[in-house]
Structures are given as structure tokens and as C-alpha cells.
């Protein structure tokens, strides 16, 4: 748990890259749909996206959340700092705790919509691939971070769950983006439990109801528990329409577009999607 903590900011970008890469070539070999947008041009926009939201973070919250664990276990606050709790129980209690918030978090990224406005940028993408996974707006990362970091102050979240679930949280997040078909059989083991990318990808879905589902990014519990899941979409998935109908479906957006998206109101073409 020591090298963990000490070796956190090498273990957690490798990981992600790793993990990046070889999604990446699973998607040429076992596609879960055509893509829709060149690989060159998707990649560009939305690591350009992740850079721009990271540097954020780093200028605006130099301890962000593994630092303010730190200064909680240091001080004794949070929940879990002044009861007497077994330490493995904390951390799987933490991990699960967390798992929830990003769930609450997300569900209310779509109801509210000022939130709406923030994150409907990452449902702009008209075909998933990995590299979706990062593509959130930098004020929505910032609220994210700033919701994370009074979580883990509050409760006491010890510095190792904070760890873990950021490394399980991106691994999850890039493998249910992807454009990868995975074996029935595995897929009909793994979606009991985890999201995979043909329960997140109907969360991308231009039909309102189903981008009104399936909020979880790690474990479907929550779905499930809270009937937000759905498990197959209207159409099949090499049918499958995603983005958002007020900014096209034929059309990748733009850098820049996408940046100044929340501040822009756009011709709403279809019913079924949510009013502006």
C-alpha cells in the first residue's frame, strides 16, 4: 500500500496509457460498430480536451483528491478518521461509497440543466471510441473536483481508496467507451456486474430516454438498485445513432465549438431530445 501512495503519480498515467493503447488496438480487431469518425481527427480533439482539463486541475487544485485525503488522515477529519473502523472495511466501503457519488454526480449532470449544459458536451461525440472517455468540458472536471474533494474531506476517505478508485475509475471509464465488441459469453458475465461498452454506449444514444439511462461508469448496482438501467437499445448497435441532434449527427464539432458549447444556444431539431 506504501509504493501505492509513494509510486501514485507514475503507477496511475502508466496505467491509463496502458490501458489506452491496448484498448485502442482491440477496437481494430473486434469493433463493436463501424467508426464514424477518423481515428487521427478524434484522437487529436479529445486528448487535446484531457490536456487542457488536466492542466486545469493542476493550476487551480495543486493537493486535488489523494492530496486532500493526506490532509485529512493527517488532522483527523472525516468520518472515517474518528471512528474506530477496520482499515480494509474503510478502504472497500470507500470504494463503493465513491462509485455512488460519481453515479449521483452524473444523474445530476442531466437533470439540472445548468449542469446539462456543461456535460451534454461529452454526449456531443457522434461515435464513441476510447478516447471519449476523457472528453468532459473543463468547468465540468473543475465541479467534479471540487464535489470529489469535499467527499473524500467529509468522509475521511484513506488515501489508498482514493487511489484505487481513481485507477479503477478511468480504467472502467476508457473500456466503456470503446468501440469494442466483447464475446457474448464474457459480456453476459461482466454486465452483471461492471458497465461495458454495450451498456454505456446506449447511454450515448440520440433517443432521450436512453441517454437518460445507464448513469453508471464502474458497477451497474446503481442502475439497477435505482431504474435508470436499460439493457439493450431500440436499435442495434451498428445502427446506433450517438451525439445530440441540436449539434448534428454527421459532423464532428470542433475544438474551439466545443469549449464555448455551454454559452451558445443551438436550434432544437427534434422532439425528443432536451429542450435548450
Known amino acids: 500500500m506504501n509504493i501505492l ?3 501514485e503519480h507514475i503507477i496511475r498515467p502508466s496505467i491509463f496509457v496502458g490501458l489506452l493503447l491496448i484498448l485502442a488496438g482491440l477496437e481494430f480487431l473486434i ?16 486528448i487535446t480536451i484531457v490536456i487542457i482539463d488536466n492542466l486545469t486541475l493542476k493550476l487551480l487544485f495543486p493537493l486535488l483528491a ?4 493526506k490532509y485529512a ?17 474503510s478502504v ?3 470504494l463503493f461509497m465513491l462509485d455512488f457519488l460519481i453515479y449521483g454526480q452524473h444523474l445530476v449532470m442531466h437533470k439540472m440543466p445548468q449542469f446539462w449544459r456543461l ?11 476510447v478516447t471519449s472517455a476523457v472528453r468532459f468540458h473543463p468547468i465540468e472536471i473543475i465541479i467534479s473536483m471540487l464535489i470529489k474533494m469535499a467527499f473524500v474531506l467529509i468522509i475521511g476517505i484513506p488515501i489508498v481508496a482514493v487511489i484505487l478508485f481513481e485507477v479503477v475509475l478511468n480504467g472502467l471509464a476508457l473500456f466503456n467507451h470503446s468501440n469494442i465488441k466483447v464475446p457474448t459469453p464474457l459480456e453476459s458475465i461482466l454486465r452483471k456486474f461492471i458497465i461495458t461498452p ?7 444514444s440520440n433517443f432521450e430516454d436512453e441517454t437518460n439511462s445507464n448513469y453508471g461508469f464502474n458497477l451497474c448496482i446503481w442502475d439497477k438498485l435505482f431504474g435508470t438501467y436499460i439493457d439493450k437499445p431500440k436499435v442495434g448497435y451498428k445502427n446506433m445513432e450517438q451525439g445530440l441532434v441540436e449539434f448534428g449527427l454527421d459532423k464532428p464539432l470542433g475544438l474551439s465549438e466545443l469549449i464555448i458549447s455551454p454559452f451558445k444556444k443551438y436550434p432544437l431539431t427534434d422532439d425528443k431530445n432536451k429542450e435548450i
Not at 489523494?66 to 485525503?69: D, E, N, P, R, Y
Not at 454495450?198 to 450515448?204: Q, V, Y
Open 66 to 69: 489523494v492530496g486532500v485525503a
Open 198 to 204: 454495450e451498456i454505456h454506449w446506449i447511454h450515448h
Open 73 to 89: 488522515d493527517e488532522n483527523s477529519i472525516g468520518l472515517f478518521n474518528l471512528i474506530e473502523v477496520n482499515y480494509m472495511i
Open 5 to 7: 501512495i509513494e509510486y
Open 31 to 46: 469493433p463493436l460498430a463501424q467508426r464514424r469518425i477518423t481515428r487521427p481527427r478524434q484522437w487529436l480533439t479529445n
Open 92 to 94: 472497500i466501503l470507500s
Open 119 to 129: 456535460h451534454r458536451m461529452h454526449h456531443t461525440e457522434i461515435g464513441l471510441d
